[in-house]
């Protein structure tokens, strides 16, 4: 069965196809960072603009890299939220006439179930069971992930996501959008123990998370000495150190509370050096493994919701699919409230 995923929940065009018998065949994207860049942050009416321009061009290259025809495809996988609206609507339209026009499912997918399941692209695979670490730039949550559409929040952040509070303390560092590589590039130069700052809620005894102080707790710490190059390292070397530390520690802790020894990680901010170190050695120590998958389906990207949509037909084998005949977008979307699979 031949699925084509598309993803346009944020500042990602991504178009892939994945065959349920010989995997993914190919995949395309576009990312808008540099057009948003210029303005600290995505807009969104430029967001949704740009994925008009890029889907159709995309599909046909994703087409033409597997050497397929669109009357091969089988199901279209597109994001039906949480995302930004305009951008959603963009994707949904394309699905949904595609569906209508080649007589074919469509299945809106959620774009966290399209990252929680994307570690199953990767080889070495997890197997269900898992936990999920999910650190984006809008998301920070921990996930038991038991099967498909069986997924159970087990903390969350109750501010700012990991990848926003690296995005704002660049921005103060004086670092460009998004800054969280470039942040930790810096914090390599930077000297340890220099300044310490906070652990936000690491001694909550649940397993949320709050990352809003630690932006406060760096602009006080640049407002009170002269910021030279190196201070900057020391500062974006503190502010790692902290954040890597919670999001370790509160990872460690759904494992043991969980009796789980996998862990996934999944989103951009899983590109962090010291995170994957860090969290690598204390759960190995325990007896546990971390799978990182590879970047490009770490980050948004359309394999994952072709893969999550593959995953969902083969888990309801029985269930008949009509074409779409409308559509519609979920801006905001609870995962726990996700359609289980029908069998
Ligand atoms: O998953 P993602 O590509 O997009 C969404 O947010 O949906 O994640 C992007 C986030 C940004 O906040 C970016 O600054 C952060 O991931 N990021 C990093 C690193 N690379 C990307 N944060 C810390 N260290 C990195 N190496
Ligand atoms: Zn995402």
Not at 32 to 43: A, K
Not at 113 to 138: Q, R
Not at 249 to 268: D, F, H, I, M, P
Not at 300 to 316: K, V, Y
Request: proline share 4%; net charge negative.
């Amino acid at each position: 069965m031949l699925v084509l995923g598309i993803e346009t929940s944020c500042d990602e065009t991504g178009i892939a196809l994945f065959d349920t018998k010989r995997g993914l065949l190919s995949h395309t994207l576009f990312s808008q960072i540099e057009m948003h860049s210029e303005y600290g942050g995505v807009v969104p009416e430029l967001a949704s603009r740009d994925h008009i321009r890029r889907v159709l061009p995309l599909i046909k290259e994703t087409l033409l890299a597997a050497k397929c025809g669109l009357h091969e495809i089988d199901a279209i996988a597109y994001t039906q939220g949480p995302g930004l609206a305009g951008a959603l609507l963009v994707g949904a339209s394309i699905g949904a006439a595609l569906s209508f026009a080649l007589k074919i499912p469509a299945l809106g997918i959620h774009h966290l179930e399209g990252h929680l399941l994307s570690p199953l692209l990767s080889t070495p695979a997890p197997n269900f069971p898992f936990i999920a670490l999910l650190v984006s730039g809008g998301h920070t949550q921990l996930m038991q992930v038991d099967a498909v559409g069986h997924y159970k929040l087990l903390g969350e952040t109750v501010d700012d996501a990991a990848g926003e509070a690296f995005d704002k303390t660049a921005k103060l560092l004086g670092l460009g959008y998004p800054g969280g590589a470039a942040l930790s590039k810096l914090a390599k130069q930077g000297r340890a123990g220099r300044f310490k700052l906070p652990r936000p809620m690491l001694n909550s005894g649940d397993l949320n998370f709050s990352f809003s102080g630690l932006k406060t707790a760096v602009l006080t710490l640049i407002n009170k000495q002269e910021i030279t190059q190196q201070t900057s390292a020391d500062i974006a070397l503190a502010f790692q150190e902290a954040i890597v530390e919670v999001l370790t520690e509160k990872s460690l802790t759904a494992l043991s509370r969980t009796g789980l020894t996998q862990l996934v990680v999944a989103g951009g901010v899983g590109a962090n050096d010291q995170l994957r170190q860090n969290l690598s050695s204390k759960a190995s120590a325990k007896g546990a493994t971390v799978f990182y998958p590879e970047l490009e389906f770490c980050t948004d990207n359309g394999a994952m919701i072709a893969f999550a949509g593959a995953m969902r037909l083969q888990a309801s084998p029985d269930r008949t699919w009509s074409p779409a005949s409308s559509f519609t977008v979920n801006a905001r979307w609870n995962l726990e409230m996700l359609e289980e699979p029908d069998n």
